[in-house]
């Protein structure tokens, strides 16, 4: 079975909150799924990174 990740799963995900563990939780009770992630998603999660390091002052931040 073929799951498709949006954003916001995504986002659960990497900040490592307890919903992103529940994610990966039901994840690895299936067997061998199939995960992807939209082009949409590669595109907002890199618009937040560069967002992010825009506004860095510092080479520390």
């Known amino acids: 079975m073929m799951y498709i990740f949006d954003t916001d799963h995504l986002s659960f995900i990497q900040r490592n909150g307890q919903e992103g563990k529940q994610i990966l939780v039901k994840l ?11 082009v949409i998603t590669y595109e907002e999660q890199i618009r937040g990174r560069i967002s992010f390091l825009s506004k860095a002052k510092t080479v520390d931040e």
Do not use: H, I, S
Request: aromatic share 0%.
């Open 28 to 38: 690895a009770t299936l067997q061998d799924p199939e995960v992807a992630v939209t």
